[in-house]
């Protein structure tokens, strides 16, 4: 009862485990498989005992004293009898030609797999270790350690006789060995020594944590990492011990090496096995628990984990537990580790079970993340790693990847990985359209259909065309716009859509889908025919990618209804294709087209359409009479008199004033700006252009009643008439807005027309009445007080007197010298203000200005504006 219930809970525990194991996510660093086989055949009869591992072959010793030589897969290649009883241990040599077999009954041998060479020896107590020297099969190095209650060394003298003698004795029995180089490690019941095989000298001692253990129940597990690393476990303790020559100067009566603890640290449960991985280790570990239902201690897996040693302490990298046979039962002592160091496998023997744990590669990695559903990374690593791998295919993982999406649901994502995994593979692709019509998702799948290389057969393509215009017209027509019309046939998609049109005759999708099938069949009359009744903007492009000139003909007016702009473009562009003369015949009906048309070819081309210039003029007059006058101005092609007719009965003032003065008959346009536009400035401008007496002559008598008109002229006749024919025609009294403005205008016209002369080194005055500069004058002051203006003194003359009129001599008469005609102009200036009237004063005014006294009125007016 008691064992089936230990063996319950074990399994109990085992479920446990694998539960806590499949929840994990981290992926494990080894693989393990059972070595089978002969082993199998053996284990089933036998237990192991012991193994040792080389690169070619292992061999394992049993507990009924058989050893056995294996190759790597299991099978049995030769079979030892060496006692009847337990086989302790095993050795090999480097070379894999020499072994020693030592067993519980006392007996030692020691021979050569392919050679006679051998020692027997037995013994009065079990033998529990021995250890053959690594380089055995020289003649140099024939020795061989045994150790029981002593620790011998066994060599091989020039006579070919063995002999023996102690390296150590009384710490109670030698349970663990191993020879690296010239350095032997053994452990007994108090510790671990070290022995220099080329000195003869003990170098260390490295005593045990943990004396509480039973060294026979735990024993010490030793590995070297390399010729100067120990790896020490023990109980639950791991020492990582340096071997290190010693400075010359410290020797004495010392060992010429020392040991130096570099690394020491505790793990959670009992070490039975070690073993180097790079700078990481392999433990093997017995496991105790107990169970919560019995609250008893049971036997667990044992676990193989991979840690990271620290100086004082270590980090896990992974932990595996190890499901053998019999676990249940074994104890500490009944694990081994063994390892082979080329390869990096590691062999967990117990008694009923051996396991290889060798590290992962990248199907092993590839494998994992299968197991998991992580199909993107299993893809990824498979394509990073084509070269490595050798159990999967990229295409395999990909189409499972794909069944796995498909599965979740996830149909556009499934879809979108098929372009990338199915590549050109045809068949492939047709395999899972078919699948995605299944599962209803032919709409999923549709983007990513191949449309080049491959090709897929014309009826998967129509498959899918029908399923949209089934059901998504919109979808249908963006597959109709971005799949080539050759990847199905046409003819039969057409008929579908016309089926689905006599249903909705209006859909502008199905219209424009039929229309681009038309298109792709060469039927380019119908995809016309239907671009125009949409009034799609496609439609230039058809006419001019597809020559389609010949077609629309009689179709320009729906182009120019739809686009104008676009229309007069192209038939402008093509003239060599549908003649103006044809393009206006058609349009007669439409004289806004007609005009739109005409205009613009008037604009490229001022010849061009002559004939029509006649019947541009009404056009212009009816729909676009802004651009009539730069019309009528920039043809010469034009009818004057019938432009004239039509511009007077629609009484268009500016064009009859231009055609007026184009056909000579100035006077009348001049007229019409005065009495229909009322605009001076315009008539002025006008006349400025005829250049023509009569036509100032006109504006002048038309203008002499209107003050404002009277403004507008001084303003602007200055240049182009004596200001002088005006103002003898102003009435008396007439109030003229802005008139010292406008004198003063006339005054910088002049000024522009004929600078003023400067005469240098004036003659002197010498008359009886003439005074020079600084002199004073009795108008000095009052001059001062009205003009603001420093003058000097004025030689009058007897027609210049402050009573009575002024003389009708020239003035060149009475003025000797520019500084002369200075005084006189000012003495002028005060008589004008005293004894004349305002137009006197005016004519006055204007009277020295055209005789070339510009300057000196000029002052004297800004002087009166003061």
């Known amino acids: 009862m008691a064992e089936a219930e230990e063996q319950e809970t074990g399994s109990l525990e085992e479920s446990t485990d694998e539960s806590e194991e499949e929840e994990s996510e981290e992926e494990p660093k080894l693989k393990y498989e059972r070595l089978s086989n002969g082993v199998t055949e053996i284990l089933q009869k036998d237990a192991a005992s012991c193994m040792t591992v080389h690169d070619k072959f292992l061999a394992l010793g049993t507990h009924y004293g058989k ?510 294709k549908i003649s103006i003369k044809k393009v206006v015949e058609e349009l007669e009906d439409r004289p806004e087209l007609q005009h739109v048309y005409l205009h613009k070819l008037f604009k490229r081309d001022h010849h061009k359409g002559q004939r029509y210039h006649e019947k541009q003029i009404s056009l212009y007059a009816e729909f676009d009479r802004p651009n009539l006058l730069p019309f009528l101005r920039d043809s010469i092609h034009c009818p004057l008199e019938k432009a004239l007719e039509i511009c007077q009965q629609r009484n268009f003032v500016e064009e009859t004033v231009y055609l007026l003065s184009r056909m000579g008959n100035s006077r009348s346009a001049l007229k019409m700006i005065m009495e229909e536009l009322h605009d001076v400035d315009k008539a002025i401008e006008f006349a400025k252009e005829q250049d023509d007496a009569e036509l100032w002559e006109d504006l002048i008598l038309y203008s002499i009643d209107k003050p404002p008109f009277i403004t507008g002229l001084l303003n602007n006749i200055g240049t182009h008439v004596d200001p002088i024919l005006l103002i003898h025609r102003i009435k008396e009294g007439m109030e003229i807005p802005n008139l010292r403005d406008s004198l003063v205008k006339i005054l910088q016209d002049y000024n522009l027309q004929r600078p003023p002369r400067l005469v240098k080194n004036p003659p002197a005055n010498t008359g009886d009445t003439g005074l020079i500069l600084g002199q004073e004058d009795p108008l000095e002051e009052e001059m001062a007080t009205h003009s603001s203006i420093l003058a000097w003194k004025i030689p009058w003359t007897d027609g210049l007197q402050t009573t009575g009129s002024p003389s009708q001599t020239p003035l060149s008469t009475h003025v000797h010298s520019p500084l002369c005609l200075y005084h006189f102009l000012i003495g002028l200036y005060f008589e004008i203000q005293r004894q004349m009237k305002r137009k006197q004063w005016l004519l006055s005014y204007v009277f020295l200005v055209s005789h070339g006294f510009q300057l000196t009125v000029y002052k004297l007016v800004i002087s009166s504006k003061r």
Request: with cysteine; net charge negative; aromatic share 10%.
């Open 67 to 576: 050893v056995y030589l294996l190759d790597v897969q299991g099978n049995i290649t030769q079979k030892f009898d060496v006692s009847p009883v337990k086989i302790n241990q095993v050795s090999l040599d480097e070379s894999g030609e020499h072994m020693g077999v030592c067993a519980e009954d006392g007996k030692v041998q020691v021979f050569g797999l392919y050679s006679g060479e051998e020692f027997h020896e037995t013994f009065d107590c079990p033998i529990k270790i021995i250890a053959v020297h690594p380089h055995f099969v020289r003649s140099s190095c024939k020795q061989f350690v045994t150790g029981g209650k002593k620790l011998l060394l066994f060599e091989r003298s020039w006579m070919s006789r063995w002999k023996s003698s102690v390296l150590h004795e009384g710490e109670g029995n030698i349970r663990s060995v191993k020879w690296r180089g010239h350095l032997i490690a053994w452990a007994n019941n108090m510790g671990v020594k070290i022995f220099d095989i080329t000195s003869k000298q003990r170098i260390t001692n490295v005593p045990r944590d943990d004396i509480s253990l039973r060294p026979d129940m735990y024993p010490c597990s030793l590995c070297w990492k390399d010729n100067v690393t120990l790896i020490i476990g023990w109980g639950t303790s791991v020492k990582i011990c340096s071997v290190k020559e010693r400075h010359a100067n410290e020797m004495r009566d010392l060992p010429s090496r020392y040991v130096e603890i570099v690394s020491q640290f505790e793990t959670e449960f009992y070490i039975s096995g070690l073993a180097p991985l790079c700078d990481q280790l392999v433990v093997l570990s017995y496991v105790k628990e107990v169970s919560e239902k019995t609250e008893r201690e049971y036997c667990a897996r044992p676990r193989l984990d991979i840690i990271q040693p620290l100086s004082e302490t270590c980090e896990e990298i992974s932990s595996d537990a190890l499901t053998v046979r019999g676990f249940q039962e074994n104890e500490c002592r009944d694990y081994h580790l063994e390892y082979s160091e080329g390869e990096s496998l590691f062999y967990i023997v117990s008694p009923r079970d051996v396991v290889v744990a060798k590290e992962r590669d990248q199907d092993d990695h590839i494998d994992w993340l299968l197991e998991k559903k992580k199909y993107e990374e299993a893809l990824m690593a498979a394509e990073i790693s084509q070269k490595n791998i050798k159990r999967h295919k990229i295409l395999d993982i990909g189409l499972a990847y794909i069944n796995h999406l498909v599965a979740r649901g996830e149909y556009d994502i499934a879809a979108r990985k098929c372009q990338k995994i199915l590549g050109k593979n045809a068949a492939l692709w047709e395999y899972e359209v078919y699948k995605f019509k299944e599962i209803g998702q032919l709409k999923a799948i549709s983007p990513y259909l191949p449309r080049g290389d491959p090709v897929l057969k014309p009826l998967i393509y129509e498959m899918i065309l029908h399923e949209f215009l089934e059901s998504d017209y919109e979808g249908f027509a963006t597959l109709i716009r971005e799949w080539p019309g050759d990847l199905y046939n046409n003819s039969v998609i057409v008929q579908a859509v016309r089926d689905h049109l006599k249903k909705d005759s209006q859909n502008r999708t199905l219209l424009k889908t039929l229309a681009e099938l038309y298109t792709y069949d060469k039927n380019y009359g119908n995809a016309l025919e239907i671009y125009l009744t949409l009034r799609h903007k496609d439609v230039f492009q058809l006419i001019h990618k597809h020559n389609l000139f010949s077609s629309i003909k009689d179709k320009i007016v729906l182009l120019m209804d739809f686009d104008s702009e676009k229309a007069v473009d192209m038939l402008l562009d093509n003239e060599d």
